[in-house]
């Protein structure tokens, strides 16, 4: 009798390095989404902290509009909580070729750093009229005269 060949062993599945080199390609991929997640929420914080920032700006612009007396030339500032934090203002008036106009610059910074302001805004303040040019004042107004239902 002959003796009887050698049977081929035929197996099926990957081979360690196979495996291996799959989990590298996983872990690489996972690792690039993981980044882009980080940077996404740190821009969306950088967003909403410009987004605030220019809240606090627009709002001291608008008391400075609303309120009675001329803003003087210099430097004012304060301190302001909006969405529970601290901010810090500083608005700059000077005056401008016109007297009856002046710009303010209005940075602002969070509390926790002052001197790094977040965003900055310009404006110019006018003046108040006592009254509008060119309108006549109420007093002096013309009735209209009536419309007559006839002529052609």
Do not use: C, Y
Request: glycine share 8%; aromatic share 4%; hydrophobic share 40%.
């Amino acid at each position: 009798m002959q003796p009887a060949p050698p049977r081929q062993r035929i197996e099926s599945g990957f081979t360690l390095i196979e495996v291996l080199v799959a989990l590298a390609v996983i872990a690489i991929g996972l690792v690039a989404v993981l980044a882009v997640a980080a940077r996404s929420g740190r821009v969306d914080s950088d967003l909403q902290q410009q987004t605030f920032a220019a809240w606090v700006a627009s709002n001291q612009l608008e008391r400075m509009r609303l309120s009675p007396k001329w803003p003087d030339i210099g430097e004012s500032d304060g301190k302001v909580t909006l969405a529970d934090q601290d901010w810090k203002w500083k608005a700059t008036v000077v005056k401008t070729q016109d007297a009856d106009l002046r710009r303010v610059t209005i940075s602002v910074a969070t509390a926790d750093a002052p001197d790094d302001p977040v965003t900055r805004l310009l404006g110019f303040l006018g003046r108040s009229l006592s009254k509008p040019v060119g309108l006549p004042s109420p007093g002096n107004q013309q009735p209209h005269p009536p419309k007559t239902g006839g002529g052609r």
